[in-house]
């Protein structure tokens, strides 16, 4: 082999070895504490988790609380996690199964501990929720929902990978769960009083609708979804990177 060959050959490596790293750091993959992976999706001057979130340890180790009855769950004043009972969702077997589709379900003791997400992501704030609305402009519920999941006709366009599924509730006055298959609700970090806290909801409609004593704000403002909820409610969590 001739030195222009071996150094055209040479200059064709480096030049596809610039491009697959290019590939790879924007396909980032971002871990939990407990080894849970998430890829990662960029709306805006947002930067997203593309799933909910899984982990049952906080991001120093720590375990999250879990396996408390509904009066148990509806009483508590400290950090818990628990998953959707797979008993009452069709074609689940397992409560792993259940975590992979759809994630845990925190209540907002757990969210202000900040200790949640991984290190360089948060919980985000009800203003952080609005900027992600208001930037997708019309018809934001359809374009964040996934194509698939949703019962009563309700699948989005996932226009921009943000894949919601319905990953239903756990009501903070009796600690019964809803919403499978036909509502998301999100935690922010923005407490609303004393008792409550705001979540961002879509349910399968897109229309207004009352869940367990919350009335759900839909429309086409970037307050879409807004709702006071009590903290000791039950709802999926989905992080977003720290800009320093």
Not at 37 to 62: A, C, H, M, P, V
Not at 101 to 123: D, I, M, Q
Not at 131 to 149: Q, R, S, V
Request: charged share 20%; net charge negative.
């Amino acid at each position: 082999m001739t030195t222009k060959k071996r150094m055209q050959l040479n200059l064709c490596t480096l030049v596809c070895f610039a491009i697959l790293c290019i590939y790879s750091c924007n396909s980032n993959t971002v871990s939990d504490f407990d080894g849970n992976k998430y890829t990662t999706i960029t709306i805006g001057n947002q930067t997203w988790l593309r799933e909910n979130l899984k982990t049952t340890k906080f991001n120093d180790g720590s375990p999250i609380a879990t396996g408390f009855n509904d009066k148990e769950w509806a009483e508590l004043k400290t950090s818990a996690y628990c998953i959707y009972p797979y008993s009452m969702i069709d074609g689940y077997n397992s409560s792993q199964e259940v975590l992979e589709s759809y994630g845990a379900l925190y209540n907002w003791h757990a969210v202000e501990t900040e200790k949640l997400c991984p290190l360089g992501w948060k919980v985000p704030s009800n203003d952080d929720w609005s900027e992600l609305f208001k930037y997708l402009g019309n018809k934001p519920i359809t374009k964040l929902k996934a194509n698939f999941g949703w019962d009563e006709n309700g699948n989005g366009t996932d226009e921009y990978g943000f894949s919601a599924l319905p990953s239903g509730y756990r009501f903070g006055g009796n600690g019964s769960f809803g919403g499978i298959k036909t509502i998301s609700s999100w935690w922010s970090s923005t407490e609303s009083d004393e008792e409550g806290a705001w979540t961002r909801n879509l349910d399968s409609s897109g229309v207004e609708e009352k869940i367990g004593g919350m009335m759900q704000i839909f429309g086409q403002s970037p307050e879409i979804g807004n709702s006071n909820s009590y903290k000791s409610g039950g709802s999926s969590v989905r992080c977003l990177k720290v800009i320093n």
